[in-house]
């Protein structure tokens, strides 16, 4: 029962962050899902990209 829960909590973690992240800047920053840690730096290029 206790390795059903830790699973349970990891997946469904990355999944909304996984979505949120091809919602705002689309599949370019899909694989930058392991870089979300510095959201500011990825914020900036996408920003930039944008504009």
Avoid: D, K, W
């Avoid at 990891?10 to 870089?35: D, E, F, K, M, W």
């Amino acid at each position: 029962m206790s390795i059903g829960v830790c699973v349970r909590a990891p997946a469904p973690a990355p999944v909304p962050y996984y979505i949120h992240y091809i919602n705002t800047s689309g599949p370019l920053q899909a694989p930058s899902l392991p870089r979300s840690v510095a959201p500011g730096e990825e914020e900036e290029e996408e920003e930039e990209e944008e504009g």
